[in-house]
C-alpha cells in the first residue's frame, strides 16, 4: 500500500469537502463506521477508525444514499484513504 498526499496530482475530479458518515463492506459479515472527509463524482477521503488497513476493493454505503457503491483503495496514510468508485 502507499502512503499518497490527498491534494497530489493523482486526485480524480473536484472534490467537495463534507463531514458525513459511511459504513465500509469488508466482507460478508464485516462492516465498518467510517467519516467522509471530502468526495467527488469518482472517489472519496475517507478516515477509519485506528487506521485500519482497508483490502483492495470493498464497498460503501453513504448515509445520504440509498445503496452501496463498489470500490478500490488507492492509497492510505494514517488513518485516511482515498477510494476510487467503481
Known amino acids: 500500500m502507499r ?9 480524480r475530479g473536484r472534490r467537495t469537502p463534507v463531514i458525513e458518515k459511511g459504513i ?7 462492516s465498518v463506521q467510517c467519516e467522509i472527509r471530502d468526495i467527488s463524482s469518482g472517489g472519496a477521503r475517507i478516515v ?25 483503495r ?5 488513518r485516511e484513504t482515498g477510494i476510487e468508485f467503481i
Open 3 to 11: 502512503e499518497h498526499d490527498a491534494s497530489g496530482p493523482d486526485q
Open 24 to 30: 465500509l463492506k469488508l466482507g460478508l459479515f464485516k
Open 48 to 72: 477509519t477508525p485506528n487506521g485500519m488497513d482497508l483490502p483492495e476493493e470493498f464497498s460503501i454505503r453513504i448515509a445520504r444514499q440509498k445503496r452501496a457503491r463498489p470500490c478500490l
Open 74 to 78: 488507492r492509497w492510505q496514510s494514517g
